[in-house]
T-cell receptor, first 114, second 112 residues
Framework: NAGVTQTPKFQVLKTGQSMTLQCAQD?????MSWYRQDPGMGLRLIHY???????DQGEVPNGYNVSRSTTEDFPLRLLSAAPSQTSVYFC?????????????FGSGTQLSVL | AQSVTQPDIHITVSEGASLELRCNYS??????LFWYVQSPGQGLQLLLK????DTLVQGIKGFEAEFKRSQSSFNLRKPSVHWSDAAEYFC??????????WGAGTKLIIKP
């Protein structure tokens, strides 16, 4: 049982480049989300999805795009990378959208934008 | 607005000693409270959660947490730490939009 799989684990981009961070889960979870983690700060929600075809913005959505065409996949797109997007990115999922649901996390993608 | 404060950025504890990590929250209603742990190079894992009922909550790996409404706190405790407990610990509160508000984390260092 793979759980939540994120790729790549590490990525270096130049300012202005675009890329997609991949996230897949094999637990048939309705809810999927993307967080960024910066030193000295808690996780901040970028975007989330409550089911296939449904996405919404979180706390820090600017510069990022998402889509959810299938239940399993929730890719995060950086349209034009900026140094401020240097961070560790985590994908997380849960069975439903209830606040009492346990979140399952991927192992993260460390992104550096030069 | 809801917020979570973890006052200690780092805590160093000797192996075998007891541990308490502090978490204070700001939330108007009865909060949903969580503790997650992040081992080096890994994603976060749920340790325990509180929604209602008994204010002392037991979690995995021998951890427990106590909800104190009067102090707006949800401190994490363990009676005897092991070297494998070295990690970063995050407290979180569920907000009115069913999203989690996270503290900045406390890094636990274990002295041999």
């Amino acid at each position: 049982n793979a759980g939540v799989t994120q790729t790549p684990k590490f990525q270096v981009l130049k300012t202005g480049q675009s890329m997609t961070l991949q996230c897949a889960q094999d637990m048939n979870h309705e809810y999927m989300s993307w967080y960024r983690q910066d030193p000295g700060m808690g996780l901040r929600l970028i975007h989330y999805s409550v089911g296939a075809g449904i996405t919404d913005q979180g706390e820090v959505p600017n510069g990022y795009n998402v889509s959810r065409s299938t239940t399993e996949d929730f890719p995060l797109r950086l349209l034009s990378a900026a140094p401020s997007q240097t961070s560790v990115y985590f994908c997380a999922s849960s069975f439903t959208t209830g606040i009492n649901e346990k979140l399952f996390f991927g192992s993260g993608t460390q992104l550096s934008v030069l | 607005a809801q917020s979570v404060t973890q006052p200690d950025i780092h805590i160093t504890v000797s192996e075998g000693a007891s541990l308490e990590l502090r978490c204070n929250y700001s939330y108007g209603a009865t909060p949903y409270l969580f503790w997650y742990v992040q081992s080096p190079g890994q994603g976060l894992q749920l340790l325990l959660k509180y929604f209602s009922g008994d204010t002392l909550v037991q979690g995995i790996k021998g951890f427990e947490a106590e909800f104190k409404r009067s102090q707006s706190s949800f401190n994490l405790r363990k009676p005897s730490v092991h070297w494998s407990d070295a990690a970063e610990y995050f407290c979180a509160v569920g907000d009115s939009n069913y999203q989690l508000i996270w503290g900045a984390g406390t890094k636990l260092i274990i002295k041999p």
